[in-house]
C-alpha cells in the first residue's frame, strides 16, 4: 500500500502494487525485472474516466444523453457530469448507456465560486445533493469551506484549472486540508496549464507543493463544453485529458476511493502498458502508439529529473532520499501523461 502524505514521526513508506493489465511483470523485490504478457491477476483493472464535463444543463452545447454518448463510444468507461452550479442526473442516462463493467455515468457539479472577481471552481465527484458556492473571506479560506460542503455532501473534491485568471497559486493550493486531487492538466484552452505572466505551470506548481512535504495527486480532464466542432483549438472539445484508474469495479464508490489514494495516472495521450512502484524501484511501462515514440522522465524533490531515459520502459531504483518520486511521460508528439508520487523510506 502506499502510505500518503507527511506521515508525522515515521517516513512515509513507498510500497504500492499498481499493475497494469497487460504488459508488465517483476519479480520479488530486487531480484531481475521480467516482462512478460500478464493478464491482471490481483482483481483489479484499469478504468479510463473522465471527471469534469459540462452540458447544455449549463454552459455545455450539448445535452446529457449526447455527451455520455460521445464517451461511451470513444472507449471510456466512465464520466462525470460536472455542470456549473447544477446537479445533472445521470439515473436515465445510465439506464440508457450504463454498462456492468462497461460504462458508468457519475453524478458530480463544478461547484462554481468567485473571488475577487476571479472564478475559483471545485468538482463534487458523486456528491448526493447540490453545493451551493460557499465563498469565503480568503481564496483559501473559499476553497476549504467548498472542499468541506463538497465532503458533508459525501462527495470527493478536486480542484480545478489552479491557474484560470491566476486565481489559485501553490501556495493556497498547500493550506487547504481534506483534498487531494488537482488539475494538473484541464483541456479547457484558456486555462493556462502552462502558466506564463509571472504564474508557475502547474506540473511546476505541483513540485513546489510536494517539495514542501504535502501530498497531491495530479489528474487530467477535459472540462468539455463543445461536442459540436470538437477539434477546433478555440472550442473546448472532449478526449483530451483523461485519468486511468486502477479499481476492484466500476462502481463510483471503487473508482473515487482508488483516485484518493493516488492509484491512477493522468494522460493527454500516452498510455501505460505496466506500472509498478514498490519501496525500492518505481517502473513504467507505456503502451506502443503509432507515430509517438516517448521519453520516461522519474522526478524528485525541487522537480529535479533523477533519471530520463528513452521508452518503452523505464526503471528508477530508489535511494530513499528523493522526498518524492513520479513520474512523467513525454511524446514525441507533445502528449504528456503522469503518475502519482510516492515518498521514499529513509535511506538504507
Ligand atoms: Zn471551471
Ligand atoms: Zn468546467
Not at 455545455?60 to 449526447?66: F, H, K, L, N
Not at 454518448?69 to 457530469?81: I, P, T
Not at 502558466?195 to 513540485?207: F, I, Q, R, T
Not at 521519453?295 to 526503471?315: A, E, N, T, W, Y
Request: proline share 6%.
Amino acid at each position: 500500500m502506499i502510505r500518503h502524505g507527511p506521515s508525522g514521526r515515521r517516513p512515509a513508506v513507498v510500497a504500492a502494487l499498481v499493475l497494469a493489465a497487460g504488459a508488465l511483470r517483476l519479480t520479488a523485490c530486487g531480484a531481475p525485472l521480467a516482462v512478460t504478457d500478464l493478464a491482471a491477476d490481483d482483481g483489479l483493472r484499469w478504468y479510463k474516466g473522465n471527471t469534469h464535463t459540462h452540458t447544455t444543463e449549463s454552459d455545455g452545447d450539448s445535452p446529457p444523453d449526447t455527451v455520455a454518448a460521445w464517451y461511451r463510444d470513444h472507449g471510456y468507461h466512465f464520466l462525470v457530469l460536472s455542470d456549473h452550479n447544477r446537479l445533472t442526473s445521470v439515473g436515465a442516462l445510465n439506464a440508457l448507456y450504463g454498462r456492468d463493467e462497461g460504462f458508468l455515468l457519475i453524478r458530480g457539479e463544478e461547484v462554481s465560486d468567485v473571488f475577487a472577481g476571479k472564478p475559483v471552481h471545485i468538482n463534487g465527484l458523486a456528491v448526493d445533493s447540490l453545493v451551493a458556492p460557499q465563498g469565503g473571506a480568503t481564496v483559501v479560506e473559499l476553497l476549504q469551506r467548498n472542499v468541506d460542503a463538497i465532503r458533508a455532501a459525501h462527495g470527493v473534491p478536486h480542484i480545478n484549472h489552479p491557474n484560470y485568471f491566476a486565481a489559485v497559486s501553490p501556495e493556497d493550493l498547500m493550506q487547504v486540508r481534506r483534498t487531494r486531487l488537482f488539475e494538473v492538466y484541464n483541456g479547457h484552452h484558456p486555462v493556462a496549464n502552462e502558466g506564463g505572466n509571472g504564474v508557475l505551470p502547474l506540473e511546476e506548481a505541483w513540485d513546489r507543493i510536494l517539495s514542501a512535504g504535502l501530498t497531491v495527486y495530479g489528474i487530467a480532464v477535459d472540462d468539455a463544453h463543445h461536442f459540436k466542432e470538437p477539434e477546433r483549438t478555440t472550442k473546448a472539445g472532449p478526449g483530451r485529458g483523461w485519468v486511468m484508474v486502477r479499481a476492484r469495479r466500476l462502481t463510483a464508490d471503487s473508482i473515487l476511493a482508488s483516485l484518493e489514494r493516488g492509484e491512477f495516472y493522468a494522460t493527454t495521450g500516452p498510455e501505460l502498458s505496466g506500472l509498478r512502484i514498490t519501496r525500492d524501484e518505481y517502473v513504467v511501462a507505456v503502451a506502443p502508439a503509432a507515430g509517438r515514440t516517448e521519453r520516461i522522465q522519474f522526478i524528485g524533490d525541487s522537480g529535479k529529473v533523477l533519471l530520463d531515459v528513452p521508452g518503452p520502459f523505464g526503471r528508477y531504483a530508489i535511494r530513499g532520499t528523493e522526498g518524492y518520486v513520479r513520474a512523467r511521460i513525454v511524446g514525441s508528439d507533445g502528449k504528456k501523461a503522469w503518475t502519482q508520487p510516492v515518498r521514499p523510506v529513509s535511506p538504507r
